[in-house]
Structure formats: C-alpha cells, structure tokens
C-alpha cells in the first residue's frame, strides 16, 4: 500500500472517532435531564409503535429524551434505519436482546423509566454497525432437498428455502412442519386446506393479538411458504389451471420463478441492472426470514405470528452476491 493511502485511511479512520467522541458527548449532557422529561409522556400499555404514527412519534421523542439519535428528521413518526439503529442503542443500554425490533420486551422497558420503575443511564452506542448483535436468529439449514430448478435459478430458489421452509422440504406447512399429502394436491386444493389450518390454528388459540385479543393463524405452505392470498394471485397471473395444475415440486418452483423475475426484479438484479441490496430488500417484502437490509430485521418482525429474520443482512448479501457472480449474465457489471 502507497504512503499517501496510508495516510488517507488514518485521517478518515481520525474523522470517525471525532464524530463519535461528539455524539457520545451530546448524549452524555442530553440523558441526565431525561428522568424529568419522562414524567409528559403517558405509557404505552403494550402497544406497539409501529402499527401508528402517533405512537412511533412519541417512541422516537422518548429516545431523544434519552439521548438517542433518531436521525436528521427527529420524530417524524416513521419507522426507518436510524430509528431502528437508536431502538438497538437503547437495546444495549439498558441490558436487553438488541434486533432493533420495539417489541413486548422493548416496551415494558419504556414503561418502566416512563413510570420511574427504572432509572434512566447514560447510553452506550454501538458505535461499529459491523458489531456483532445479540440476535436471537434461526441456525442455517443443511436443505435436504435441493430446488428441482437448476442453475443460477436454483440457487436463488435454494437461499430462500434455506430459512423459509423445513430442510428445503416442497411439503413444509406453517408452522415448522410437513404435510406430504400437498404434493399431490390441486392449486384450489391446497388453497382449501390452507384455510383449514389457519382454521385449525385460531380454534388451538396459539397466535393472540395482545392488542385486540383475537386469535390468528397463517396458511403459509410448500418450500416457498406461501400464503392462500398471494398464492393465488401469482397462479392466476401464470394462467394455472386451478383444478388440474398440482402443488407438485415443480410447480412450486414454476410459481417462485415466475414471482421473482415479474415482482421482485430477478433478471435486472441478475445482469447487474440494480443492486444485492435492492434485490435483498424486495425479496424481504415478501419473505418474512429474509431481513430488510435498512434495518437488519424482518418487514414483518412484530407481528402476531413471532416472525423475525433467519439471517443477518449482511451475511444475506454476502450470498446473494456469490450466487450473481455465478450467474452466466454476471461480467463485472459495476454494482449500483
């Protein structure tokens, strides 16, 4: 390496320290007055703030008068990076499993300093996004059953299997389970006993919304764990004949394929046209264990069905990018 480049990175590297050496000191002046400004806001009973603006304002309020930067915006009552980066803050601080993720834990935490059951401290901030977390995430799965689909196809195929279904099994159900007798099912067939399960699961009362107090159930199924709605909007799209065309192996992988090169961008992100991260974040809004790489958690994590993401973002596009590299449309294409 040249002197002048070992130059440039100690001044950056100098440049970074500076920054968090003032942000720890802002913090440290803000957090001493926060137990006092605590005493406006009214607790939130189990609610969650991400299902409302006007809750997810007075979330972010809460961690400014704690200490912790929500981002340029302030409490603009939107989820987003910073706001998750601030959660993960005050994850650490105050000795909690730290996703970013405001759920039950999280909560009763700010209730307890809203109320003066626990004191406010001085925050401590991770300040290396690179850090390893305390994430409560699922073991990589050894698929048992490879994606009939083969090539680059395949390996994409495979990489959602891994954290969607059981072993990469085409027989998984919702939850954690198998059903072989789906294989041999009609798409209106499966979609039927779809339904019944989620039947099945609200009449076991095993999922409950703390905040209604109604029960659910998901009627996820096959390697690709597809819900009945989005199931058969993909089938009809394809043109399926819903009393004839079987919920068989290749089938579900016919309906995958289909599914990512018309909605999530498969062969654009192939031939470099946008970018792991994009391509990562689309698939996140459809698969639940595949994390939003602006937060690092599940778009659907909250939820009343305890979804959260099977694998970091970052070792998410780490594969994503090995898979691309070994696409025959992959030259060097410059990343976006």
């Not at 002048?4 to 100690?10: D, L, R, Y």
């Not at 459809?286 to 970052?314: C, E, Y």
Request: hydrophobic share 35%; charged share 30%.
């Amino acid at each position: 390496m040249k002197i002048n480049e070992v130059v440039k990175e100690f001044k950056d590297w100098q440049s970074v320290q500076d920054r968090i050496a003032t942000m720890l000191g802002n913090v440290s002046q803000n957090w001493k007055t926060a137990q006092s400004g605590l005493q406006k806001f009214e607790p939130f009973a189990n609610r969650k703030p991400k299902r409302s603006r006007e809750d997810m304002r007075k979330f972010q309020q809460m961690l400014i008068t704690l200490g912790f930067d929500v981002g340029p915006k302030g409490a603009d009552g939107k989820w987003g990076p910073n706001t998750a980066k601030a959660t993960k803050n005050f994850q650490k601080t105050y000795g909690l499993s730290v996703d970013g993720d405001p759920g039950p834990r999280t909560m009763r935490k700010v209730d307890d300093l809203i109320m003066g059951r626990t004191k406010a401290k001085a925050p401590e901030i991770i300040a290396n996004p690179r850090e390893k977390l305390k994430r409560p995430l699922k073991a990589p799965q050894k698929l048992q059953q490879k994606a009939y689909e083969q090539g680059v196809y395949g390996k994409v195929l495979d990489f959602i299997a891994q954290f969607e279904s059981v072993n990469g099994h085409y027989d998984s159900v919702f939850p954690s389970s198998r059903k072989p007798e789906i294989l041999d099912m009609t798409i209106n067939e499966v979609l039927a006993d779809g339904g019944e399960r989620v039947r099945d699961q609200i009449r076991g009362k095993r999922f409950r919304s703390k905040k209604t107090g109604n029960y659910w159930g998901s009627s996820a199924m096959g390697r690709y764990q597809y819900i009945r709605k989005t199931l058969k909007d993909v089938a009809q799209r394809m043109g399926l004949d819903f009393d004839k065309d079987k919920f068989d192996p290749e089938t579900q992988d016919k309906i995958a394929i289909f599914h990512l090169i018309r909605d999530h961008q498969m062969e654009e992100w192939l031939k470099g046209q946008i970018s792991d991260k994009q391509f990562l974040k689309r698939l996140s809004r459809t698969w639940a264990s595949i994390p939003d790489p602006d937060t690092d958690m599940s778009h659907f994590a909250g939820d009343v069905l305890g979804n959260k993401a099977g694998v970091d973002s970052m070792s998410a596009k780490g594969l994503v990018a090995s898979i691309r590299k070994d696409s025959p449309w992959y030259q060097g294409t410059i990343r976006l």
